[in-house]
């Protein structure tokens, strides 16, 4: 891989976002063909304390960073594509925030959907697993080392048809479209390649930094972790699961960035199982698509002044 600066990215409503260690920059393709730019300065809690920027630590705190942003970001494309119709009016809970937190309104939202989506992740991919093992427990062999086990197979199982269910949605198609553009133009600058449409579509739309591959190492660090810890009280289960969270993440984070830092038959091994989920996450995407990659991927690079700005885009 070239020693260029990392630059990751996430698929939006028809949009990417892409950032590095200092700003982000999402583009939006609108409904009348534009293309809307958002560019914003950035830098992680990692970068301004030392002590979050230590190994296995910045994993947890990175990864809920991505979280509020990825919050942030869906957000932002989702406004540009209200239901057709009569505006909606405000509910009296919606009337309630904007008096309660008037400008703040929207972070105050953004941070319930974050905490929301975090009490589903860990409800569905730790806390169900942990319940239906231990209904299980019974015909299984003794030792809380095989529920543990079994524990972790029900967690693949779930993610697997989660990741299957939701890729057959129109929407989230069109978004995997987009996920493939991200990848193509992000393989494209690491390859040394002109950023330029042609030269991305001709690239990879698999990438061993995806969230996908992170979400997979995520489950099988927390296999073992668990395994290796073994309880047979479900509700020791329970606490030793939500209390190594922080731990599953920060391993996971770090063999992240080494299997994406290296490229050989070992890393290859522990990658594939993700590479091959990114054939469910990923699609090939089209020509605007990619224009839309590239133009989120060439704003993080330039020193423009920040703000949103609007393109128009060639007619066909």
Same mark, same amino acid.
């Given at each position: 891989?070239?020693?260029?600066?990392?630059?990751? /990215?996430?698929?939006?409503?028809?949009?990417?976002?892409? +950032?590095?260690?200092?700003? $982000?920059? *999402? &583009? %939006?393709?609108?409904?009348?063909?534009?293309?809307?730019?958002?560019?914003?300065?950035?830098?992680?809690?990692?970068?301004?304390? =030392?002590?979050?920027?230590? !190994? %296995?630590?910045?994993?947890?705190?990175?990864?809920?960073?991505?979280?509020?942003?990825? #919050?942030?970001?869906?957000?932002?494309?989702?406004?540009?594509?209200?239901?057709?119709?009569?505006?909606?009016? !405000?509910?009296?809970?919606? +009337?309630?925030?904007?008096?309660?937190?008037?400008?703040? #309104?929207?972070?105050? %939202?953004?941070?319930?959907?974050?905490?929301?989506? #975090?009490?589903?992740?860990?409800?569905?991919?730790?806390?169900? !697993?942990?319940?239906?093992?231990?209904?299980?427990?019974?015909?299984?062999?003794?030792?809380?080392?095989?529920?543990?086990?079994?524990?972790?197979?029900?967690?693949?199982?779930?993610?697997?048809?989660?990741?299957?269910?939701?890729?057959?949605?129109?929407?989230?198609?069109?978004?995997?479209? $987009?996920?493939?553009?991200?990848?193509?133009?992000?393989?494209?600058?690491?390859?040394?390649?002109?950023?330029?449409?042609?030269? %991305?579509?001709?690239? @990879?739309?698999?990438?061993?930094?995806?969230?996908?591959?992170?979400?997979?190492?995520?489950? &099988?660090?927390?296999?073992?972790?668990?395994?290796?810890? /073994?309880?047979?009280?479900?509700?020791? +289960?329970?606490?030793?699961?939500?209390?190594?969270?922080?731990?599953?993440?920060?391993?996971?984070?770090?063999?992240?960035?080494?299997?994406?830092?290296?490229?050989?038959?070992?890393? @290859?091994?522990? *990658?594939?199982? =993700? #590479? &091959?989920?990114?054939?469910?996450?990923?699609?090939?995407?089209?020509?605007?698509?990619?224009?839309?990659?590239?133009?989120?991927?060439?704003?993080?690079?330039?020193?423009?002044?920040?703000?949103?700005?609007?393109?128009?885009?060639?007619?066909?």
């Amino acid at each position: 891989m070239s020693n260029r600066p990392s630059i990751g /990215g996430q698929a939006v409503i028809e949009g990417v976002m892409m +950032r590095n260690d200092e700003k $982000y920059a *999402t &583009a %939006v393709r609108t409904q009348d063909k534009k293309i809307v730019l958002d560019k914003r300065e950035y830098k992680s809690f990692t970068k301004r304390f =030392g002590i979050l920027n230590l !190994p %296995v630590v910045r994993g947890g705190v990175i990864f809920l960073e991505s979280m509020v942003m990825g #919050m942030k970001i869906l957000t932002f494309s989702a406004d540009f594509f209200e239901v057709e119709g009569e505006e909606e009016e !405000p509910s009296k809970f919606d +009337r309630f925030l904007e008096a309660k937190f008037g400008d703040k #309104m929207n972070d105050i %939202v953004i941070g319930i959907a974050v905490v929301l989506a #975090m009490f589903l992740s860990i409800g569905l991919f730790f806390l169900l !697993p942990a319940l239906i093992s231990q209904l299980l427990g019974p015909i299984l062999p003794e030792g809380s080392r095989w529920m543990n086990l079994i524990d972790g197979l029900i967690r693949i199982i779930i993610l697997l048809i989660y990741i299957i269910t939701i890729s057959k949605m129109k929407d989230i198609q069109r978004v995997f479209e $987009y996920h493939g553009a991200e990848h193509k133009t992000i393989n494209c600058y690491e390859s040394g390649d002109d950023i330029t449409v042609e030269n %991305v579509l001709k690239h @990879s739309r698999f990438h061993k930094r995806c969230g996908t591959n992170f979400i997979f190492i995520v489950v &099988a660090v927390s296999i073992i972790i668990l395994t290796i810890i /073994g309880q047979e009280s479900f509700w020791m +289960r329970i606490g030793v699961r939500l209390l190594t969270l922080p731990l599953i993440a920060g391993v996971s984070y770090e063999l992240l960035k080494i299997f994406g830092k290296y490229d050989n038959g070992f890393v @290859s091994v522990f *990658t594939a199982p =993700g #590479m &091959a989920l990114q054939r469910i996450t990923t699609s090939e995407p089209d020509a605007e698509q990619a224009e839309i990659a590239i133009t989120s991927f060439l704003a993080v690079l330039n020193e423009d002044e920040w703000e949103v700005t609007v393109h128009e885009t060639a007619e066909d």
